[in-house]
């Protein structure tokens, strides 16, 4: 079975541009997570999605960031305009259950913002 | 609110030692807990999880955690280190049906041969 996939793996781009970062979770699996860790802090959760509904977003930022799950397959994570402090690896990670016993993360997106 | 504290951002153990990463939480609520590891360009892997019943988990690649509730630990463990165990050991809670996971900040693991 194929795994998680996040694309792209790296992305540098100039403080006040756009970026979209993109996962692909495990097919069938309706649970989809975003999660960041910025540098040498914890990882942080950012949202969950079931299907194609937010379950939860309480760990969202702010209002420059937006994430949409189209037909309840991949998701993607839009950062307008990014600011230094964004800069950091974002996990998505995806479930067929809840309660994260049966997570499986991606290998994570390194977005540097200069 | 939960959240976890692991002892030691750097542990350094000899090849063929014992490895022990520290974990500590706080939950109201019956926790879920997870240990994960990182290795180098990858993604995080489920090393063990304790849900319910016993309290000593066992996972993949010798590694093992004992949950104990009267001092809110779930230190992970392995009798002896390989230098294929150098990477980065995350602990996590839930309360299982919140369903988003907390995290600690991480454990960097060095085997020295």
């Known amino acids: 079975e194929a795994g998680v996939t996040q694309f792209p793996s790296h992305s540098v781009i100039e403080k006040g541009q756009t970026v979209t970062l993109r996962c692909d979770p495990i097919?069938?699996?309706?649970?989809l997570y975003w999660y960041r860790r910025v540098m040498g802090k914890e990882i942080k959760f950012l949202l969950h999605f079931v299907k194609e509904s937010k379950q939860d977003e309480s760990g969202m930022p702010n209002n420059r960031f937006l994430a949409e799950r189209t037909g309840g397959t991949y998701s993607t994570l839009k950062v307008q305009p990014a600011e230094l402090e964004d800069s950091g690896v974002y996990f998505c990670?995806?479930?067929?259950?809840?309660?994260?016993?049966?997570?499986?993360f991606g290998s994570g997106t390194r977005l540097t913002v200069v | 609110a939960q959240s976890v504290t692991q002892l030691g951002s750097h542990v350094s153990v000899s090849e063929g030692a014992l490895v022990l990463l520290r974990c500590n939480y706080s939950?109201?609520?019956?926790?879920?807990l997870f240990w994960y590891v990182q290795y180098p360009n990858q993604g995080l892997q489920l090393l063990l999880k304790y849900t319910t019943g016993a309290t000593l988990v066992k996972g993949i690649n010798g590694f093992e955690a004992e949950f104990k509730k009267s001092e809110t630990s779930f230190h992970l463990t392995k009798p002896s280190a390989h230098m294929s165990d150098a990477a980065e050991y995350f602990c996590a809670v839930s309360d299982g049906g919140a369903q988003k996971l907390v995290f600690g900040q991480g454990t960097r693991l060095t085997i020295n041969p």
């Open positions: 097919s069938g699996h309706d649970n």
């Open positions: 939950s109201s609520v019956p926790p879920y």
């Open positions: 990670a995806s479930s067929l259950g809840s309660g994260g016993y049966g997570y499986t």
